[in-house]
């Protein structure tokens, strides 16, 4: 005989749901498609670009629905249901099925017509490029005028810039 550990919590948590289910079937409520899943990301801020990155693990690219605006990029799809058929015994499945949708706002603008995108083993992969006004413009100051010039951001120009100019900027 072994010896089993009693966890009494877990024990309570599945008497809960057991009777949330009961309760939900005398009242005709089907907690399978009340059930809502949306695939975690994380956003990268690059020079030049956003990169995100869902995780949709077990869905096809076909099953896929991208839409980029400039502000927002919008992702859903479907993950299928595949039948199975157990001849012996039952079987419990705890994976999810159905339609997701998840709508992530982005915080600066993008060109939405040249976006690049990737899908390898379950994580989609965007690279957004930047609108030319969202990307960071370096501004030089003069210190003997009151005209200020805007310049394209490299790295060339800010290593012309002299250190007193560097300084008075940050202050």
């Given at each position: ?5 009693w966890q009494p919590f877990s024990e309570m948590e ?158």
């Amino acid at each position: 005989m072994r010896l089993v550990r009693w966890q009494p919590f877990s024990e309570m948590e599945s008497l809960r749901d057991r009777m949330d289910r009961m309760f939900d079937e005398l009242a005709g409520i089907n907690r399978q498609s009340s059930t809502n899943w949306t695939p975690a990301i994380e956003i990268q801020d690059r020079e030049d670009a956003l990169v995100l990155r869902a995780e949709i693990p077990g869905v096809e690219a076909k099953d896929l629905d991208i839409q980029v605006a400039r502000e927002a990029v919008a992702i859903s799809g479907e993950h299928r249901y595949e039948n199975k058929a157990q001849e012996q015994g039952f079987f419990r499945t705890e994976l999810r099925y159905g339609s997701f949708q998840r709508t992530i706002p982005l915080p600066v603008a993008v060109e939405n017509n040249q976006v690049q995108a990737e899908f390898k083993d379950g994580i989609l992969k965007l690279t957004l490029p930047k609108a030319q006004e969202a990307r960071h413009k370096v501004v030089k100051v003069n210190l003997g005028e009151d005209k200020q010039e805007t310049l394209p951001s490299t790295k060339t120009d800010n290593q012309n810039v002299s250190p007193q100019e560097t300084a008075s900027s940050n202050n």
